[in-house]
């Protein structure tokens, strides 16, 4: 399965669950989320009783579009994951918490993740001054995420750090605004990730 580049609040609804996919939109209350709670299409204002196979599948969908990874990838994960000592499902979230796009995100460079992605491929990411431009490339504690000097000045970016204000920075990274840059300090424990997942569901749906 390819990468989802259709309406991003289309899949929210129908997922009815915050993503974060469309972020400064969000932030000011505008998501279709909150205007349109419900799913959809002709007759998305009637839910239907969703099976137990259909929980498990929606939680890894949730996890799937949230990050802004293939099946492929979500696969690779989960078989590391489970490979891992401890809980398979924290392993997950942990693994892909590393993902290089996903600490630019977390580290406030910008609004979303999708923005983040595109910032990476583009190549104005620096992994300890060296550019970067793998979006799944793997983060590791300690290790230094900058922007490159000619684009620290990108709207876009300003406008990322500006939000940090209202929305707050996350416990695992260590963020210099004034310079751009920001130091990834540990892994995240489960506990500490805010989304909307039941990774349960989803060792559930994979251990079948």
Do not use: C
Request: proline share 4%.
């Amino acid at each position: 399965m390819a990468r989802y580049r259709g309406p991003r609040e289309k899949i929210e609804r129908r997922l009815d669950a915050d993503l974060g996919l469309k972020g400064e939109r969000r932030l000011n209350g505008k998501s279709a989320l909150e205007k349109r709670p419900y799913a959809p299409g002709q007759h998305g204002q009637r839910r239907a009783k969703i099976s137990e196979y259909g929980l498990q599948l929606r939680e890894k969908q949730k996890a799937k579009y949230l990050y802004g990874v293939s099946e492929k990838q979500f696969r690779k994960y989960f078989k590391e994951a489970a490979r891992r000592d401890g809980n398979t499902g924290a392993n997950l979230i942990s693994l892909i918490e590393q993902r290089l796009d996903n600490v630019v995100y977390r580290m406030g460079f910008a609004t979303t993740r999708a923005s983040a992605r595109q910032f990476t491929t583009h190549g104005h990411i620096l992994v300890d001054g060296k550019k970067v431009n793998i979006p799944s490339y793997v983060v590791k504690p300690g290790q230094k995420i900058e922007i490159k000097e000619k684009s620290k000045s990108n709207p876009q970016v300003v406008r990322a750090l500006e939000l940090t204000n209202q929305t707050g920075m996350v416990e695992w990274v260590d963020v210099d605004k004034d310079k751009v840059f920001g130091i990834f300090t540990r892994i995240p424990t489960r506990e500490e990730v805010v989304i909307p997942v039941e990774e349960r569901l989803i060792v559930e749906l994979y251990s079948k």
